[in-house]
């Protein structure tokens, strides 16, 4: 029963087989006269239509160090990156990832070996996500020789924080000035407040949490 | 420092290459003013006159540098630059972007915040157009509460019947994940993970080029594995871009 099953399975194959193959055969041979004898020759050379291939600059992406003061922890180092895009020549938007790590608090420090965070709730991990406006575009003259376009800016987003062991909803305010030294390499001065509800250290307030940075960021 | 120099070598000839592929018009507008910065702020600097050509160099945001035959550079506003023509005598075509470029759209991506059964909670999503009415998004969305902080992955279809008004209404459907971790403080239950599904409408104002504003309002319904299922509604405001 079965060699019998396998035999017609054999059959229908094989069968399919000249079929598909013998079907390309012929629709190849009528493609080749085809080629061979061109019913109408064009008079008209096909038009070559130029591809315009701009190269656009929107996106700009970097890294930055600075410090962040963490309200009731003391200032530490901050290091983070940024990706923005450029929407229109006013408006961007940007998000940034940053990190730092929280120091002691005066009561910690005061009373000797007495710890309020175990040491791995300590890092302040960051992220988020803003708009910003170019406020006021400028240029900067150094000496006669060197002229840099600039752009003072306002920027303001929501985000999270990762801070002893809770994800806190974040809202930042801020402004900076990028400083272009080429046409897509920029430094970046940026001052940003990041604030967020926390009952940390007793009862619920908002923390103000104050980063200050430089960046280098380059446009692609 | 080697190796880095050593990539300056390797890029060298590409840029050579850059140089030599420069995209050259001719100026067809009685003059055209170049700004010494991509902003209608920066100062007019050099005006090129009718029938001078010069090269494009690159393009930020509506901004075109472009060097003249002398070797002066210059940022030229797309309606200036668009009065030009190309080496074989057609126009310079160039996208100005519109709410019609948005129909034309092949990807889109933007970010949310809004509020989430009592949470604030941030959202950033990615979509595609399959045509201007029907597009798949994919969505992570983090809900920060008191006691837990929610991660939700969501993959849904967006229908928006009316894509060629400036405030279009859409609908939404999907389905996805929700994971649940409670905070730090609290040492009572464990992570969990459940599948979600939502159903949700919404609108869309498109503001300038490659901009706009979206709110949307989302009904979930997660499937526990304990006795009943829970429901919750999510609202989130937000802004996006397309390309």
Redesign the interface.
Known sequence: METRYRHLFLAVGGLLTMLWSGSGLASETIGESLRSEPIIQPEIARR???D???????FEVGLFVGFLSIEDFGTDVVYGARLA???????F?E?ALGRSEAGETSYETLSGDIQLLPDE?RKYTYYN?S?GY?LL???VFISDQF?F?SQFYLIGG???THF??????TVNIGAGYRL?LT?WVALHLDLRDHMFDSDLLGEEKTTHNLEYHAGLTL?F | MLRSLLLLVGLLPLWVLAVEDDLRVQITAPYVEMHTGPGSGYPIDYVVERGEWVSILKRRTDWFKVRTRKGKQGWVFLDQMQQSRLSDGTVLHIESLSAQSFQERDWEMGFHGGEMDGAALLNLYAGYAFSPNLSAELSLTQALGNFSSEYLLDLNLLSEPFPEWRFSPFFTLGGGMIHTSPNATLVQTEDRTDSTAHVGLGLRVYLTRRFYVRGEFRHYTVFTSRNENEEFNQWKLGIGTFF
């Open positions: 070559e239509i130029e315009i291939d701009i190269d656009e600059e929107d895009y450029h929407v229109t020549e006013g408006i938007m998000m709730d996500l708009l170019n575009p400028g240029e002229t376009n929501i985000g999270s002893a062991g809770n994800d806190e909803f272009l046409d446009f």
